[in-house]
C-alpha cells in the first residue's frame, strides 16, 4: 500500500511563525522608492508630458518638497513597472534630477489600470481636444470590457442591468453629454496633422468632427489645401466636404472650390494688421489697449456725427 506522506504539504518555517497580523502586513500596498529608470509610460498613454509653465512649477516643487504624492504603477512582465498615473510627476523629477520616486505598486489588469490612468488625468484644467478624445475612447472602451466579463456595463448592443449603456455611465462620470462624448471620440478619426490643428485652435470642435468623416486619403487633400489657401473649413464647409465624399464626388478640385469660397463671417469683417496700427499709438500700448482706444475715439466719432445731423 503506498505512503500518503507524500501528499502531505509541510509548511514553511516563516509560515509556522508569523502572524495574520504579518501576513496581512505582506499584502497591503505599500509606498516604494522606485528608481525613474525602471518606470516606463503607459501604452497609448493619451495625455501629452510638455514642458510649459506649469510643469516648471512642479519642478520647482519637487526640487523644494520632492514628491508630495505618490505614483502609481503596476508590474511589467518585461521587467520594471508601467507607470499608470503620474506621468508628469516623473517628468519633474528628471528634470529635478532625482534618481528615483515614490511609487505605490498595484496589481491591475489592462482594464482597470486604464480606467484610473485616465480618471487621473481628466481632473486636470487645461486638456487639449486630442487627449479627451483618446482618454474618452480607452475608457470607454475599458468599461464595455468589464462589462462583458462582469456584467458591471454594457457591450455595444448589451444592456447593464439597471438598462444604463456605458457611454451614459461615463457621461455621468464626467459630467458631459454622451453626445459630446461620441464627438470627441469622433476626433480620433482625424489624422494627426488635422488633429494638431485642433489643438492649435486654427480648426473648431464642430468643423473637425465633420472632416472626420472624410476618408484617409480625403483628410490628405484637405490638409494640402489648407496648407495652401491659408484657411480652414467652417462648419458649413466641412458639412458640405463630408456630403460630398459621403455620395462619392468629393474631390481635390471640388474641396478647393468649397475651401476658397468667401467666408460670410469674413464678407463683413475689416482686419488692420499691428504693425498698420503700430504707426498711430505710443509704443507701450498693448493691443488689447489699443483696441479699446479704436473703440472709444469711433464712439466719439459717432456722438459728433449723430450732434452734428441733428444740428442741420
Not at 528628471?94 to 484610473?116: F, W
Not at 481628466?122 to 466579463?149: N, V, Y
Not at 484617409?216 to 494640402?224: A, D, F, T
Request: proline share 4%; glycine share 4%; aromatic share 6%.
Amino acid at each position: 500500500m503506498k505512503s500518503s506522506a507524500q501528499k502531505v504539504k509541510l509548511a514553511s518555517v516563516d509560515d509556522l511563525f508569523s502572524t495574520e497580523e504579518s501576513r496581512l502586513e505582506d499584502r497591503r500596498e505599500k509606498v516604494m522608492e522606485i528608481p525613474l529608470s525602471q518606470l516606463h509610460s503607459f501604452k497609448n498613454h493619451p495625455f501629452k508630458v510638455r514642458d510649459d509653465d506649469a510643469m516648471m512649477d512642479t519642478v520647482d516643487s519637487v526640487r523644494k518638497y520632492g514628491i508630495l504624492v505618490p505614483a502609481i504603477a503596476r508590474p511589467d512582465p518585461n521587467g520594471g513597472y508601467e507607470l499608470v498615473s503620474g506621468h508628469r510627476r516623473h517628468h519633474a523629477c528628471e528634470l529635478a534630477g532625482k534618481e528615483t520616486m515614490p511609487v505605490i505598486v498595484r496589481e491591475l489588469d489592462d482594464d482597470a489600470a486604464t480606467i484610473i490612468m485616465v480618471d487621473s488625468n481628466l481632473q486636470r484644467e487645461e486638456l487639449l481636444p486630442s487627449e479627451r478624445a483618446f482618454a474618452f475612447k480607452m475608457k470607454l472602451e475599458a468599461m464595455k470590457h468589464q462589462g462583458e466579463r462582469v456584467d458591471l456595463t454594457c457591450a455595444q448592443i448589451g444592456h447593464k442591468l439597471d438598462g444604463k449603456k456605458s457611454r451614459d455611465i461615463l457621461a455621468e462620470q464626467i459630467g458631459q453629454s454622451k453626445n459630446q462624448i461620441q464627438r470627441y471620440i469622433r476626433l480620433t478619426e482625424l489624422i494627426p496633422p488635422l488633429l494638431d490643428l485642433v489643438d492649435e485652435k486654427k480648426m473648431a470642435l464642430n468643423p473637425a468632427y465633420e472632416v472626420s468623416f472624410l476618408k484617409p486619403e480625403e483628410q490628405e487633400w484637405l490638409l494640402e489645401t489648407i496648407n495652401s489657401e491659408q484657411a480652414t473649413p467652417s462648419l458649413s464647409q466641412a458639412q458640405r466636404m463630408k456630403k460630398f465624399s459621403q455620395a462619392g464626388k468629393l474631390t481635390e478640385d471640388v474641396m478647393l472650390a468649397i475651401l476658397s469660397e468667401e467666408k460670410k463671417n469674413d464678407i463683413d469683417k475689416i482686419t488692420f494688421s499691428f504693425d498698420t496700427l503700430r504707426k498711430y499709438f505710443p509704443q507701450n500700448y498693448t493691443p488689447r489697449r489699443m483696441e479699446e482706444t479704436i473703440i472709444r475715439l469711433l464712439e466719439q466719432w459717432q456722438r459728433k456725427k449723430l450732434q452734428k445731423d441733428h444740428d442741420r
